[in-house]
Every structure is written in C-alpha cells, then in structure tokens.
C-alpha cells in the first residue's frame, strides 16, 4: 500500500514535496499545500482521509499524543499504562512488555526493565505458555508496574527540526534526541513539519483507506 501511496503523491508535484508519509499517517508542510488539498488529491484516486489533525492542537501522530504544553510541543502516550497479565507465561509477559514499549522513540529506564522482565520469564519457563507463579518475576512486574503508574517515563517535548535525513522513520526518532533523553527530533528531508496536519486514513470507510 505505500508505494500506492507514493504514486498517487507522485501524481502532483507539490503534494509530492509538501507530503512525508509514514505507516497511515500523513505529515504535510502547510508552507507548501494546505492539508485540505492533500485530502482533495487522495479523493481524486478513491482514497479518504480522516479530517486533518493540527499537532499543537492535541492530535495522534506515529502513535504518540501529541499537544502543546505551556507553548511547547509535547509527546505522550497515546494510551493508559496496560495491566499485567493475571495469567502469567512467557507469552503474555512478552505482549505486556512490547505494550509498554511499542512505537514509543524514547522511554528511559522503562526498555531495560521491560528487558530484565523478559528475561526473567525466560529463566522460569521452557514452554511460550507455560503457566509460572515465580515469586521474583511476579515482584519484577508489580515493580515495574507500579514504577510506571507513579511516573511513566514516555513522554517529553518535540523537536521539528531541518534534518538531512529523507524519510521520517523509526531510526531517526531514535537517533532524535537532542541534549535530554526524552527529547524527539522530527526531520523530512529538510521540511520542517510543524505546524503539520496529519491525514490519516479511514480503512473501514467504504472499504477503501490508506494505511
């Protein structure tokens, strides 16, 4: 589907260069076209968007909230804190971890510790649904979980920068930070995206979306 996506940007010139797309969102630079265009253009080729998402206005963007905050940019995440498994094995404390840690650029000392529990299930089970109730990975969650309610470390201010990379993708937010470690730096191949809109796709609208 991206490279469908690519072709139809690829249709109009300024779309092309103003538009950044990444999994089923869509970065516009307003300097170049209006997010409203981007929208008419995809319609024109049977694909719909949800209506466009200002980021300084609170919006979902690569899987994080993003608002302003005291006038600045700011990034969270996009969901509350999931609950451990009540059934525990190496699968479900696999899922758990990769929830916590999924699509976020930054998180601090909050991948270690999803590692260090992984870990651990593997130490007490030989099987990927083997049931365990052992006392020290049982302690390890509720640590970690607790840890996470008081003070999750996914979150920190947003930086749109001039890059020189070509594509916004998962390495350059984790390369992106920028003198604190919950900083992300935005780049587009030298287009800088703030105030972007986002044009994310509607797959369960008529069946048809981008993704």
């Known amino acids: ?38 929208v008419e253009h ?27 905050v005291a006038g600045e940019l700011r990034w969270s995440r996009d969901s509350a804190v999931p609950d451990p498994p009540d059934r525990v094995t190496r699968r479900s404390v696999f899922a758990w971890c990769g929830k916590l ?4 650029p930054v998180c601090g000392w909050l991948r270690p510790a999803a590692a260090w529990v992984k870990r651990r299930a593997n130490a007490v089970t030989r099987g990927w649904d083997d049931v365990t109730t052992d006392a020290l990975l049982q302690s390890q969650i509720s640590h970690v979980h607790s840890r996470l309610l008081a003070a999750d470390p996914a979150r920190g201010p947003v930086v749109l920068d001039r890059g020189s990379g070509n594509r916004l993708d998962r390495r350059q937010l984790d390369r992106g930070w920028s003198g604190h470690r919950d900083t992300v730096r935005w780049r587009d191949g030298g287009r800088l995206m703030a105030p972007a809109r986002r044009c994310r796709s509607d797959p369960h609208k008529h069946g048809r979306g981008l993704i």
């Open 1 to 38: 589907m991206k490279a469908v996506v690519r072709l139809v940007m690829a249709q109009d010139a300024a779309v092309e260069r103003a538009v950044c797309p990444y999994v089923d969102d869509l970065l516009v630079d307003e300097a170049v076209v209006s997010a409203e265009h981007v």
């Open 101 to 104: 840690v999924a699509h976020l």
């Open 42 to 68: 995809f319609e024109r080729f049977g694909l719909e968007c949800k209506p466009p998402a200002r980021a300084e206005d609170g919006a979902r963007m690569l899987g994080l909230h993003v608002r302003r």
